[in-house]
């Protein structure tokens, strides 16, 4: 990546987790949700984040739908009839998500059980932290892409050519699973960005864009095998996602542009 790039990307990471402290609906970030007691399913906290997620499904369906086939096209992956036939199965996975399942176990978490892959099950601190639509839309739209890829990783050439790029551009190993979740990652992120531009408010364009990644923004940094650190996460999306640097740091309070359909 040159190093202009690089200095922009790392203004574009300080924006998001300035605006985790600024803005009052911003994401609680993962090391903090952890350290939080569990919390009980009919917390109002926990209650108003089942609704809103639930609320919101329908419309993070729809949007992971077209993200995917944006993906398919930026990926050069569209002329492939195996692999559309790959995307059209993936999409009916996606369309059959019914549910969100509130629970208290999952804690900070979000998975879907792939045995039952039209319910996503969420932790009910997650729930809770998530205090945006924004921030919903990301973490659903994140695990709508896990069972858009499904059991047997259907989208594995997508989510690899994905990672080999996100692995060029930071030097971040992005290889098996780490893959799958930058791409769930991505489009996540994408999914908000096209919902900021469907529903314009008052609220500023960065701040409404930061909150899809925020609850990445922890003080303790650290990866596992199948996820690079959170802060490493924001790194490698925006990576991905050069347009999406410019919109953060261009803290614009006007409309985003009308997205082509
Ligand atoms: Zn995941």
Redesign the pocket.
Known sequence: MPPEARALLEEAIAVVCTQAKLDPKSSVAIDEMQARPSLPIHHPDAVAGAERAQKLLPIAKTLVIESLRQLVVDYNLQSSSRFDRRVQQAIARVSAVKRVRPDMESRDN??VFLSKPQVITFGTIFLAGLRSDEGMISVLA??L??IADGDNDSLRTLVAAIGNKASELTGLDLSGQRG??IT??LIGAMAVRAYVGDTPGYESIARRLARSVQHNCVEIDEGDE??LSPRNTIRALLALHPVMVKELINDREERAQPRKQ
Do not use: G, I, K, L
């Open positions: 979000a998975s994140h695990e892409m896990h799958e979740e769930c990652d199948d996820h």
